[in-house]
T-cell receptor, first 116, second 113 residues
């Protein structure tokens, strides 16, 4: 089946620094990638939708200057958490929809971010 | 505004019995529905999907039923196995293009050996 890989799986960074999380579709071209955040015991919260070659569309309440999303190629999207604060500590998950109008979305393994 | 709802936060079922997970939606534009299984600290795994042109889709032990008039879908797992214990998310989207997927709040299934 389709595979989406996220890296790193765990990262610890100091408050005030920036951290980048990568999301790659390994065996298909992803025209659309999604970034989610999951708080403990809560559902997945969509942060933004990223389309290859264009600016990401952010959900209401998500700061686009804080969570920078780049979808430079059909197989790679990156999420950069800028000037990280402890409250940004969370589980971040990406997903990708295959091109050609495919409907199934495949998820990455998730990335644990801890800001100290 | 929760457009996809899973009203049961948890469910316990005996091994070998049927597990039924329910999901309701409010947006009549949704025409594609998916179920995902999620273990703690892992990304969701796609299980099964159904298009609005169907009312049933079956894949092995998993069957999804869609009732469009009631805006309701359900996932049946039979027979349930201890390895099925996880959180199950229902999701819905408008098919094609760049449409985002909206997730329910999840139901934690525990299959008791």
């Amino acid at each position: 089946g389709a595979v989406v890989s996220q890296h790193p799986s765990r990262v610890i960074c100091k408050s005030g620094t920036s951290v980048k999380i990568e999301c790659r579709s390994l065996d298909f071209q992803a025209t659309t990638m999604f970034w989610y955040r999951q708080f403990p015991k809560q559902s997945l919260m969509l942060m933004a939708t990223s389309n290859e070659g264009s600016k990401a569309t952010y959900e209401q309440g998500v700061e686009k200057d804080k969570f920078l999303i780049n979808h430079a190629s059909l197989t790679l999207s990156t999420l950069t958490v800028t000037s990280a604060h402890p409250e940004d500590s969370s589980f971040y998950i990406c997903s990708a929809r295959s091109g050609g109008g495919g409907n199934t979305i495949y998820f990455g393994e998730g990335s644990w971010l801890t800001v100290v | 505004d929760q457009q996809v709802k899973q009203n049961s936060p948890s469910l316990s079922v005996q091994e070998g019995r049927i597990s039924i997970l329910n999901c309701d939606y409010t947006n009549s534009m949704f025409d594609y529905f998916l179920w995902y299984k999620k273990y703690p600290a892992e990304g969701p795994t796609f299980l099964i999907s159904i298009s609005s042109i169907k009312d049933k889709n079956e894949d092995g032990r998993f069957t999804v039923f869609l009732n469009k008039s009631a805006k309701h879908l359900s996932l049946h797992i039979v027979p349930s196995q201890p390895g099925d214990s996880a959180v199950y998310f229902c999701a819905a989207s408008v098919s094609g293009g760049y449409q985002k997927v909206t997730f329910g709040t999840g139901t934690k299934l525990q299959v008791i050996p």
